[in-house]
């Protein structure tokens, strides 16, 4: 009987079997360990997203009270200006630490105490009131209309669109809010209600030198200003009251500066 031969393929050999499953698990292994990498340098690349997780796990159960902190806290019941005058009363400030990486601090509202209308370039800022109601306004830059942000009047001004983000009262307690570079309402103010004490976390802080530099504004509503060389929005008529115009003015906003004296903080 002409038996012939068993040709063995490729895939029925024994060493060559082994050899190709190994390839195979290190091929895996190679593109997990890339992905792995490809993750770890979007997470150190991505600072601001670093920030928000650990801003969101310190807010997480939002409980933090002015007895956390344990600082003592100005009288905020009566107003530091002179009566009869229409200047707000000042606004304390209570550093509990700053580096040029992040700024954590306090501010204490008396009734009417306002902070003004400013910008956080290129920052993060988590703000949490701790005690006390307030009126929070915010807003962001209208993208794609810069047909829109000049005005040619008497006087020489620049102007920008922006939308309203939020335009609310707010009462402790309350969940804490985010505002991102260019969204979640970059720019805002507040004015107290009542006796307020407001936590404020900059990632980073201020800083001239590194271009974040803090600019004050005037805000208008769209329907006080009328723009002869302007076309028309593309908007509602409704909709118009979301929308202002900011005019940048030449002015320092000036605090009173507290001493913190609650826990130590380990650097």
């Not at 229409?86 to 990486?101: A, G, M, R």
């Not at 601090?105 to 003004?116: D, E, Q, W």
Request: charged share 25%; proline share 6%; hydrophobic share 30%.
């Amino acid at each position: 009987m002409n038996i012939g031969r068993i040709l063995l393929s490729k895939k029925s050999l024994p060493g060559h079997n082994y050899s190709h499953r190994r390839k195979k698990r290190r091929k895996k292994r190679m593109e997990s360990e890339k992905r792995k990498r490809s993750r770890e340098n979007n997470n150190n690349n991505n600072m601001v997203q670093k920030l928000y997780d650990t801003c969101k796990q310190v807010f997480a159960n939002d409980s933090l009270e002015p007895k956390d902190i344990m600082f003592t806290a100005p009288s905020l019941e009566f107003s530091c200006t002179s009566p009869g005058t229409k200047e707000s009363p000042l606004v304390t400030y209570i550093k509990l630490h700053e580096c040029n990486k992040f700024s954590i601090g306090i501010f204490c509202l008396p009734p009417s105490g306002v902070i003004p209308l400013h910008n956080h370039p290129g920052m993060t800022v988590f703000s949490k009131l701790l005690s006390g109601t307030m009126h929070t306004k915010s807003y962001d830059w209208v993208k794609n209309h810069d047909q829109f942000n000049h005005y040619g009047g008497q006087e020489e001004c620049r102007l920008r669109l922006a939308k309203v983000h939020a335009d609310a009262d707010f009462s402790a307690p309350c969940n804490a809010t985010v505002l991102f570079p260019e969204s979640g309402g970059n720019m805002h103010c507040f004015k107290a209600l009542t006796p307020c004490i407001l936590l404020d976390v900059l990632g980073p802080p201020y800083s001239e030198a590194e271009g974040r530099r803090c600019t004050y504004y005037q805000h208008y509503t769209y329907h006080n200003i009328t723009f002869s060389d302007v076309k028309e929005m593309e908007v509602e008529e409704e909709e118009t009251r979301s929308y202002a115009w900011l005019e940048e003015l030449n002015k320092q906003f000036v605090v009173l500066g507290g001493t913190y004296e609650g826990p130590t903080i380990k650097k």
